[in-house]
């Protein structure tokens, strides 16, 4: 994730700094080079991409908070801890049930939640505690990819924002030309087709990194559920019925049923 957003951000401040290059060739010291690069950056690719860059701007901002508490939130830490299956499995060895379902009742993690839905059903049968553990599951799992579904959205809207930029400028670009009835001086051409291409710009610059982000939460989430139904499954193998004694019981039923329906002397 470091590395994604590292990449995307060195790639904006290259594509910056080449915009920049022309103001600061044509400046003697090394201080106003600096000032006129800076003035440039802003008013070029900020102020010239009008209301919809300023929109796709803040997009990013929400791009980036979004990042960071999915960082927070979707990690093994908060998935499966492990001091919670340690001492979840130390109850239930230790046959501890009515702790374990508080321990785990009281736990906000997926485990926690998964283990509790699981015990809860240990009355009616260990199919049944298999079936609590896949519903609560799928219910967790749906929740935290519902809430990346924000950096999809994010991604897939702003090249349309980006687009609409482009369109804008464009009929900003032909307005001109209708009311002049002529075609324009290169300022108003270069005015007008920088708007479309800087709103092009920011679009792709939230869209690409959104739908990579978005990618990569969904993997992870992917992987931490699978590792998630391992772990409490391992830990609730100790209600699973002996497959020998369960065998030796079947043997025994089909024994008596057909003594019980055996011809008496």
């Not at 785990?104 to 199919?127: F, H, I, Q, R």
């Not at 005015?191 to 993997?219: E, K, M």
């Not at 998630?228 to 391992?234: K, P, Q």
């Amino acid at each position: 994730m470091v590395r994604v957003m590292s990449l995307t951000g060195f790639l904006v401040v290259v594509l910056f700094l080449a915009g920049a290059l022309p103001a600061t060739a044509q400046t003697a010291a090394q201080s106003d080079a600096a000032v006129s690069a800076d003035v440039k950056y802003f008013d070029f690719f900020v102020v010239k991409g009008g209301p919809i860059a300023f929109g796709l701007i803040a997009l990013s901002i929400v791009m980036v908070s979004l990042t960071v508490e999915h960082c927070l939130s979707i990690r093994r830490a908060t998935i499966v801890p492990s001091e919670v299956a340690e001492q979840a499995k130390t109850l239930i060895d230790d046959k501890k049930y009515v702790a374990a379902i508080k321990f785990t009742a009281e736990d906000p993690s997926m485990l926690g939640n998964v283990l509790n839905a699981g015990l809860l059903e240990a009355s009616k049968g260990y199919v049944a505690m298999e079936h609590a553990l896949e519903d609560t599951l799928d219910e967790r799992s749906a929740r935290l990819l519902r809430k990346t579904q924000f950096l999809n959205i994010i991604g897939n809207v702003s090249p349309m924002i980006g687009l609409l930029g482009t369109v804008t400028g464009m009929i900003l670009l032909f307005a001109e030309i209708h009311a002049a009835d002529a075609f324009p001086g290169a300022r108003i051409v270069a005015d007008r087709i920088a708007v479309a291409l800087i709103t092009t710009f920011w679009g792709l610059a939230v869209a690409i990194p959104a739908l990579s982000i978005y990618a990569i939460f969904r993997n992870r989430i992917d992987v931490l559920t699978a590792e998630c139904a391992l772990t409490a499954e391992s830990i609730l193998s100790v209600f699973k019925p002996d497959e020998a004694t369960s065998s030796i019981s079947q043997s025994e039923v089909k024994t008596t049923q057909e003594g019980d329906h055996a011809p008496q002397p």
